[in-house]
């Protein structure tokens, strides 16, 4: 299973940039020292500190904590027709990360549907060719180099294929924006675009119905357990309410492919998410 793409210390980190709290604030709000917070910050665990901060943050002391002890990790998911890639990517000269790219086929009709590109397309145009399927499209959540970096190598693939994102990308005139809210056909499935922001300010999400569940391809709107970054506290408050609104609104059951991490659902985000778990979160799970 794919590892989550947060830490509880990541998740902290997220909702501190998103309130606006630097350290000296957070210790202050928290009422505690500088050097509790920055010594909690690098990872070391307390439930004390974790529920002070949470409450400060305005995330789910319970979600949080269950995260952090790792009791809490979404179940191995499947849906039919849907294949996750995984790539790596420099996140700074001492980490690298992984970043998912999703196909959605439809063997009846030998197509596919590409989500996001990843930084490498050799895995992904393999399986494409060993299954004898044509991409029929592409779809950009939104335009950071680890989820484009790999477009040109599916255009010489595949140069037929349409490129759909928020906007058209500046670099390929063969890109066009897709309207939200519209639904496109592709065989038995349709696919409608959802308006994500907050991560970006073009992010959305692609949601797909005629699978054997409910399925909306995230990008990094939401992770399990967490969300993408935001660089203001504008950009935070737009992701927490275009996130509630166009994603945890869904049915339950819906699955949530995102950018990062391993797939999960609405009600697992409802119930596990510090950014969004309800008061009342696994009371009796604790």
């Known amino acids: 299973m794919i590892p989550l793409e947060d830490s509880y210390t990541d998740i902290l980190k997220k909702a501190s940039i998103g309130k606006g ?6 210790a202050s709000r928290c009422q505690c020292s500088l050097s509790d917070i920055q010594t909690f910050f690098k990872g070391d665990y307390s439930e004390r500190m974790l529920e002070a901060v949470a409450q400060v ?5 319970k979600a949080l904590k269950m995260h952090a002890l790792g009791h809490s990790n979404p179940p191995e998911i499947e849906v039919n027709a849907l294949k996750s890639f995984q790539s790596k990517f420099p996140y700074t000269p001492e980490l ?19 989500f996001d590109t990843g930084t490498t397309a050799s895995e992904c145009l393999a399986y494409l060719q060993r299954e004898n399927l044509q991409l029929e499209a592409i779809c950009i959540t939104h335009q950071h180099r680890d989820h484009t970096y790999a477009l040109n190598a599916y255009r010489t693939a595949f140069p ?10 500046p670099q390929i005139k063969e890109s066009q924006a897709i309207r939200l809210g519209n639904e496109y056909p592709f065989g038995t499935y349709t696919l ?31 992770f399990a357990h967490s969300q993408g970054g935001t660089q203001s506290k504008e950009a935070f408050q737009l992701a927490l309410k275009s996130n509630r609104t166009h994603l945890l609104s869904q049915a339950e059951e819906t699955v949530l492919a995102p950018g990062h991490g391993p797939l999960t659902t609405v009600a697992h985000e409802l119930k596990f998410n510090p950014f969004y778990a309800e008061t009342e979160c696994a009371r009796s799970t604790l």
């Open 57 to 61: 943050l305005n995330l789910n002391p």
């Open 96 to 114: 690298t990360l992984s970043v998912n790219h999703y196909l959605v086929t439809d063997e009846a009709r030998k197509t596919a549907l590409l």
């Open 160 to 169: 037929q294929a349409p490129i759909y994102a928020a906007r058209a990308l």
């Open 21 to 26: 709290y630097g350290e000296r604030k957070l």
């Open 192 to 222: 409608k675009a959802l308006a994500t922001p907050g991560h970006t300010e073009d992010g959305i999400s692609f949601a797909i119905s005629g699978l054997d569940r409910p399925l909306i391809l995230v990008g990094d709107a939401l």
